[in-house]
């Protein structure tokens, strides 16, 4: 997009700090203490700054011209005259270039102890947004979530909390120390030199109307380019993600072409935002000389007409170049006030979105779990499709603990609809879903989702130690635990030979295992859960024949004393179901499995010799 295209839309700035104090407010009045001492330590720091130059003048006017000292310092003179202490020149600019090094060192600690300070309320507030953000993330349904990019996710937790904390913790106090900076300077310059104090005011002005000119312009362009940034997160972690499917299907020049293409709209952007900034810059830096030339010019005046010294005409010039430091600096304040606005409304958004599932007032939690799961009349279409677009029709089944349930269907036929179901991840359009005979919406979240053990057909496994992608509890990791787990799915020998063991470090996804171990080991961490039903969606796909035979004898041994429902299409996991389901374009329908044959035709053949 060229910059001419970009529309610049008006955002009341009032109604930006207002989400950015709702967003933090609470997390900011949490930490004030250490903030508020944070911003004492700056106005002492400033107090101490303003000092600086005097040194200085003392040595030109008292020392070097031979005005009378000042009456404090005439004083401290008269009182060492009657010790006996006499001080010569050389002696005088010594003290006072001591002095001007006290100082000097005494605003560098005051500095210091203030940037400690604000960095502890930064990384305190950058712990508790990204912790909520992710919070809340965890809480949406899953097609809340399937609205939003990994990647461009990772920028929320990341990169916005990071922005947002940084204006709130950083960004502002430096605001607040040049004002206080800008304060205490031109109330010294009025009683120098009320006239030459007034053209600095004047400026000061002209530079805050300009700011407010351009930081509108200059927030909107980082809006943009934040959006850009996020559809090239989004696209970048897809292209490293899918990058084996690329290579098989030969598809990089146009995986290459489609991320050059986002990232010249990135590029685009970022050009945008700089051109805004430079324009602002360069701004800033005219009147910054202007006004330097203007005390310079209008004191050197004063001076000769005997209404200033040489001292005081250094001191103003000292303070005039403290005055319109801030100018240096005011493009980065206002392009990181725009980029913290912008991000406190990227993260304003996401929080506003009410998760679709929620516990309702006055749930109670599921204590001693039996794992009777019951479906009656449920249906369900999605939010955005018509309402006889039903993607379930009216399904009613059983789960029960000790019996084996296994569900097929064709591709789009409803299967993970109905898990997700299952999970409340989602809510039936009509009917009921019941667990040990209470309705779904009687219970807790929580307590619900911490009844399923559940192994998806990703296997997805967290990276780092293999023990801790297995154990997945805050409890202490017990080691004989996963070991037998590992021995149910029958890896504990293959670990073992391992020379870190338990302590391997696996790869982004488990790329360092086969299809196959990473299809045990993701059972090995459902088993370990030990909660009462298990939900597994594929477990045999793409696994090699062995590991086939292992994952069956396990949930043979599991089946016992769980409630089990396994999405499947193996011949070998539908003959040794006790409960056959199908579902074909939303409608299910149970069919007699295998095993209740054989059961019944046993039983006929009993009959049969009796009679």
């Not at 107090?47 to 030109?60: G, Q, T, V």
């Not at 203007?294 to 250094?314: E, N």
Request: proline share 3%; net charge neutral.
């Amino acid at each position: 997009m060229k910059p001419a295209e970009i529309e610049f839309p008006s955002q009341s700035t009032d109604k930006l700090w207002l989400k950015v104090w709702k967003l933090a407010g609470a997390d900011l009045w949490d930490n004030r203490r250490t903030l508020f001492s944070a911003y004492l330590f700056g106005i002492v720091a400033v107090a101490a700054l303003l000092l600086l130059p005097w040194p200085l003048k003392l040595i030109i006017d008292h020392v070097m011209a031979g005005y009378d000292l000042p009456e404090i310092l005439t004083n401290i003179q008269a009182y060492l005259l009657t010790q006996g202490i006499t001080l010569s020149k050389e002696d005088k600019i010594i003290i006072f270039a001591t002095a001007y090094t006290f100082i000097a060192v005494f605003v560098t600690l005051c500095g210091s102890a203030e940037k400690m300070a604000g960095a502890r309320v930064r990384e305190n507030m950058v712990l508790r947004i990204r912790d909520k953000m992710l919070l809340h993330f965890q809480s949406l349904s899953s097609f809340q979530r399937s609205n939003y990019r990994s990647g461009d996710m990772g920028l929320y937790i990341l990169v916005d909390v990071h922005h947002l904390v940084r204006l709130l913790t950083k960004t502002i106090p430096l605001i607040f120390r040049h004002l206080a900076i800008a304060l205490f300077t031109l109330s010294i310059m009025f009683w120098l030199e009320p006239w030459l104090a007034g053209a600095g005011l004047f400026m000061v002005v002209i530079l805050a109307i300009l700011v407010r000119f351009h930081g509108s312009r200059l927030r909107c362009c980082s809006r943009y380019k934040r959006n850009q940034e996020g559809i090239v997160s989004g696209y970048t972690q897809e292209c490293v993600k899918g990058m084996t499917t690329v290579q098989a299907l030969s598809a990089e020049d146009y995986v290459r072409q489609k991320f050059l293409h986002a990232n010249r709209a990135s590029l685009q952007a970022g050009i945008t935002e700089t051109a805004a900034a430079v324009g602002m810059e360069r701004t800033m830096q005219i009147i910054n000389g202007f006004a330097v030339a203007l005390i310079m010019g209008g004191g050197a005046i004063f001076v000769l007409h005997g209404q200033m010294t040489v001292g005081d005409l250094t001191v103003f010039v000292a303070y005039m170049v403290q005055l319109l430091k801030p100018v240096e600096k005011i493009n980065e304040m206002a392009s990181a006030v725009s980029r913290g606005l912008t991000r406190a409304e990227h993260l304003t958004s996401l929080l506003n979105m009410k998760p679709a599932i929620q516990d309702k007032p006055k749930t109670q939690s599921i204590t001693n779990c039996q794992g009777i799961i019951e479906f009656h009349s449920v249906s369900f279409n999605y939010p955005n499709q018509a309402s006889e677009q039903l993607v379930l029709h009216n399904i009613s089944f059983k789960l029960q603990p000790g019996q084996l349930t296994v569900l097929t269907g064709s591709s789009g036929s409803g299967k993970s609809t109905l898990i997700n179901l299952i999970l409340r991840q989602l809510t039936p359009s009509s009917g009921n879903i019941l667990i040990d005979d209470k309705l779904y919406d009687e219970v807790s979240l929580t307590s619900l989702r911490a009844q399923f053990s559940v192994m998806l057909q990703q296997h997805h496994l967290f990276a780092g130690k293999l023990c801790n992608a297995l154990w997945l509890n805050n409890n202490t990791i017990d080691e004989e635990l996963i070991w037998q787990a590992l021995a149910q799915v029958d890896m504990e020998n293959y670990i073992r030979q391992l020379p870190l063991e338990l302590e391997t470090i696996l790869d982004e996804e488990g790329h360092n295992f086969s299809g196959g171990q990473r299809a045990r080991l993701s059972l090995a961490r459902a088993l370990l859960l030990n909660r009462p039903i298990l939900l597994l969606d594929e477990p045999l796909a793409n696994i090699d024949v062995q590991s086939q035979q292992v994952i069956i004898n396990a949930l043979e041994q599991i089946r016992q004393y769980k409630t089990c429902l396994i999405i499947s299409h193996m011949p070998a996991l539908i003959d040794r179901a006790n409960q056959l389901l199908k579902l074909e374009n939303g409608v299910l329908s149970i069919q007699p499995s295998k095993s209740t044959e054989d059961k019944k035709n046993n039983d006929n053949e009993i009959l049969d010799l009796l009679l």
